[in-house]
């Protein structure tokens, strides 16, 4: 069995690591619960024990035959600490084991995932961001906060982000438990979701993508240790831990964020589907329903080539990009001939190929696709999980990046 250390420290927030310690559980790990002396402050030790059916403890001395400080760490397949106070992450880059955590933290040989909580002053500090980039350093995975409502009437950057999220990260690290975070110190940028057109105020001119795809891709970055912004556009989907996100809704908006966040990006991941189209005027009233049959004639005009335009304004070595082809096949092609014309008319250093004939990867948590290469290489792969070809495009991409 896969075992897993969930540390707890002392936050406010530590009442949400219950939620992410019913989730791992829930999906079949073994949990063992270490939590600070005051995180106990905040969760008593019976509650810990209940939900993950262990006992706890926060010291060296207790079960002390058992060698706890050193066996814990040797035996976990993963260690997770939510909430990460700026106290936890000071004494896990100093090295300093003052209790069983921290003893956990320096034997542990398995990936490691921080994911902060503090108030956003805190979490600024020069102090909190050298130590962060210390832990960042040594392959320790350290989520970005969430931004959102913190203790009292304050917000900011600094919330805790979901668990059901920290939990998806967690599954990330554990699907590639002796890879390193290959993404460390990269920014990437990913755009995700269907853009919309507007008619009038109430009807549009939309697509079915459910933004699933980008926002594995997002996970995936985050979990190998990369910088990610995320364009959103019209999702239903809750933000990935450590990620920002920026919602737009029209491709217009879109190509402004994504021209926005790549300027200093390593690579970008244009999974979004934007509308290839827009109506050349816009109503500003609700179009009526007229007694007769006739219906209104709707004039498209042609949305500009986020892709093509990235591709255009790059410079130098960078960055990597890459783009997604939904595409059928009809009498002109099969859906790779269309593939290979759009990589050789786009330019970008990927393709992700997907065959959406009767409906196929769209509003599905499974994907198959074909990964074509400018260079020439095609990479097949299966149907499965969104996450496992996410990881995929970035086992392709890694070794593209600039140095």
Known sequence: MTEVVLGVAGGIAAYKACELLRRLKESGLNVTVVPTESALEFVGAPTWAALSGRPVATDVWTNVHEVPHVALGRQADLVVVAPATADLLARAAHGLANDLLTNTL???RCPILFAPAMHTEMWDHPATRTNVATLRERGIVVLEPAVGRLTGKDTGKGRLPEPSEIADVAFSLLRRPTAEPDLTGRKVVVSAGGTREFLDPVRYLGNRSSGRQGYALAKTAAARGATVTLVAANTALPDPAGVDVVRVVSTNDLRDAVFAAA???????????????????????????????????????????ILAGLVRSRT?????????????GDSTGTVLDHGRAKLARKGCDLLVVNDVSGGKAFESAENAAVILAADGSVTEFPHGPKEALADAIWDLVVPRLFH
């Open 106 to 108: 320096l034997t542990a």
């Open 316 to 328: 130098g070595a960078g960055p990597v990009i890459v783009g997604f082809a939904a595409e059928t």
């Open 263 to 305: 300027t200093d990006a390593d690579a970008v991941v244009m999974a979004a589907a934007p509308a290839d189209f827009r109506p050349a005027d816009y109503v500003g009233t609700k179009i009526k329903k007229t007694d007769d049959t006739s219906a209104p004639t709707v004039t498209l005009v042609q949305n500009p080539d």
